[in-house]
């Protein structure tokens, strides 16, 4: 069975530039979860969906920050426009019971 | 706010010793999670503790849940170079999941 998958791996983007990050989930898993690691700090949670609905997004850090999951399958995480304290992992998770099954995430680079 | 502190954030620890990394959390959750992770890969789940006074054991490592102290630990035993790697808990939140720092673990031979 195919894990989480996340593209790209890495992305090297000037400030004030769009980027978008995309997640496909374990195949019938209904929820979705976007986290970010930041250098040095812990990974926080930015976002959850059920399906194409968000249940929360009480983690998200502003409005330059947008998911989607359209059809309630791969998720996109779009950034725009791209600052300096956006680089970090992003990571995705996906979960149909108690546990979460991370990809191996997204290394973004703002310059 | 719920929050999770892991002590120690590194450990230097030579092959064969015995160790144990904390998991302190601030407010009540129905679960913990124990996950690996190497660098620049993803986070491999270790354990999943539902209960109090729950332990579960993988090999070297054996993990334990104590809900009214809200601690957690994860106890390595005659470590090796293979389980060198940054170790997280995580406690679940209306299904979010909090996470400690994370400890990096580091086995010399």
């Known amino acids: 069975e195919a894990g989480v998958t996340q593209f790209p791996s890495h992305s090297v983007i000037e400030k004030g530039q769009t980027v978008t990050l995309r997640c496909d989930p374990i195949s019938g898993h209904d929820n979705l979860y976007w986290y970010r690691r930041v250098m040095g700090k812990e990974i926080k949670f930015l976002l959850h969906f059920v399906k194409e609905s968000k249940q929360d997004e009480s983690g998200m850090p502003n409005n330059r920050f947008l998911a989607e999951r359209t059809g309630g399958t791969y998720s996109t995480l779009k950034v725009q426009p791209a600052e300096l304290e956006d680089s970090g992992v992003y990571f995705c998770?996906?979960?149909?019971?108690?546990?979460?099954?991370f990809g191996p995430g997204t290394r973004l680079t703002v310059l | 706010e719920l929050k999770v502190e892991q002590n120690p954030l590194f450990l230097s620890m030579q092959e064969g010793k015995n160790y144990t990394i904390y998991c302190n959390y601030s407010?009540?959750?129905?679960?913990l999670y124990w996950y690996r992770q190497d660098p620049g890969k993803s986070l491999e789940s270790l354990f999943v503790?539902?209960?109090?006074?729950a332990v579960k054991q993988e090999g070297r490592l054996m993990a334990s849940l104590d809900t009214k102290a809200r601690l957690s630990t994860l106890h390595i035993t005659a470590a090796v170079h293979d389980l060198s790697a940054t170790y997280f808990c995580a406690v679940s939140n209306t299904g979010k999941l909090i996470f400690g720092q994370g400890t990096t673990l580091q086995v010399k031979p």
């Open positions: 407010t009540t959750s129905d679960r």
């Open positions: 503790l539902l209960s109090n006074g």
């Open positions: 998770a996906s979960s149909i019971g108690l546990e979460q099954f």
